[in-house]
Structure formats: C-alpha cells, structure tokens
C-alpha cells in the first residue's frame, strides 16, 4: 500500500526567504509523485508532477521538488517565497503498474508568508 | 473550456436527507473521481470511474452511490445523509488516471449535514 507523509502541518516564513515543503512517500514500487495547490474556497492545482528519470522536477510559479530515492522523498522548494504563495500544498503519490488508479494525498501543509 | 464544473457549490441537508451532487467536465476525460476532504486528513478517495459504465470504491465509499451514464457526467449520491458527512467534495478527472497522468480538480461543493 501506498501512503504520504508531509512533515508539518503549518509552516511559515519571510517574504523573500527559501519555501521548503517535505514530503515522504512509502511505495513498494517505484511510484509517480505529485505536487498540489489550493487557495482558499478553491480546487486543486497542480503545480508540477515527477517524471520518471528526472531528478529536480521544475513547475509553476517559481517552485520545483527533488526526487531521492534514496530518502524516498519529493520535497518542494522555492528560493524566494512570495505573498501569493500563501496557501495549502499537498504531495501525492500514485503507485505504477497496469490498474494503479488511486492517488493518495497527504494531509496537507499550510504555508503562510510574513511580510 | 470549463473543465470540471461542480454543482451545487454549498448545500445544508438535514440527517436522512438525500441529495446528489453532480460532477461534469468538457476534457474527454476517461476517468472521474470523487474526494472528500476534510481539515487535517487530506483528501480521501470515495469512488472513482475508469469509463463510462465503470465504476469502483476508493477509501471512504460507505454511504455514498455512483454511476456513469456518460463520459461527461460522474454524480455523487448520499442516500441518506448523516453529521459525519458534513465535508468539502471535490471532483477530479484525468486522461487515464494511470502513471503520471494529473487531475483536474472542480471548485468543490461545501456540504453541511445537521
């Protein structure tokens, strides 16, 4: 079974300072990852999505996560964070292989940008 | 392009009431999802379609119905409704719902049972 861990369920920083999400999967098999967006009273949207052999993944707004396999880990960063970037991010993993269909969403982390 | 177009946006239900909440998109998309999502789990999986006629359960599927008539169309039925169904309800769709393929969210509907 399939499962995500995001470390921190609020996290706040300084306008301008480094945006540094964490999320930890667990997969039997190699799996697909997922970053997500959602701004208050809206839907999801995605901000960028692993591919496979790729090692930073680069995505919307200025944001991009790095694979490790390693620490099976998907962590999302941006250097400067910025106002707009105030909202809730949720990592995703879907399993591979032929009927894998189910994404599985981790709890969430709340960012909030200080000016 | 509308997307993925979620209606009612809020709903209040009295308990044992039952409603329907309809999911449409305009992507041709195969598969079609519903989430619940509620403060401090994440999004959890209802049910979900690989096609039209298909349809199987995700994580949460107790007290919640669906069907697929169409490509377009994905309702979600609460037959009778109760407090801990009170959630945001999001629908997804996506090309395949395999591999990398990402979802496309709606704005969600924000339902309260009493």
């Known amino acids: 079974a399939q499962s995500v861990t995001q470390l921190g369920s609020h996290v706040s920083v300084s306008e301008g300072a480094l945006v540094l999400l964490r999320c930890n999967y667990s997969s039997s098999v190699p799996p697909y990852l997922f970053w997500y967006v959602q701004y208050p009273n809206q839907g999801l949207q995605l901000l960028l999505k692993y591919t496979t052999g790729a090692t930073l993944v680069k995505g919307i707004n200025g944001f991009e996560a790095e694979f490790k396999k390693s620490e099976t880990s998907f962590h999302l960063t941006k250097p400067s964070a910025h106002m707009s970037d105030a909202a809730e991010y949720f990592c995703a993993v879907r399993t591979s292989g032929a009927g894998s269909y189910q994404l599985t969403f981790g709890k969430g982390t709340k960012l909030s940008v200080i000016p | 392009n509308a997307g993925v177009t979620q209606t009612p946006k809020f709903q209040v239900l009295k308990t044992g009431q039952s409603m329907t909440l309809q999911c449409a998109q305009d992507?041709?998309?195969?598969?079609m999802s519903w989430y619940r999502q509620d403060p401090g789990m994440g999004l959890r999986l209802i049910h979900y379609s690989v096609g039209a006629g298909i349809t199987d359960q995700g994580e949460v599927p107790n007290g919640y119905n669906v069907s697929r008539s169409t490509t377009e169309d994905f309702p979600l039925r609460l037959l009778s409704a109760a407090p801990s169904q009170t959630s945001v309800y999001f629908c997804?769709?996506?090309?395949?719902?395999?591999?990398?393929?990402?979802?496309?969210f709606g704005n969600g509907t924000r339902l309260t049972v009493t």
């Open positions: 997804a769709s996506s090309p395949t719902g395999t591999d990398n393929s990402p979802l496309h």
């Open positions: 992507m041709n998309h195969e598969y």
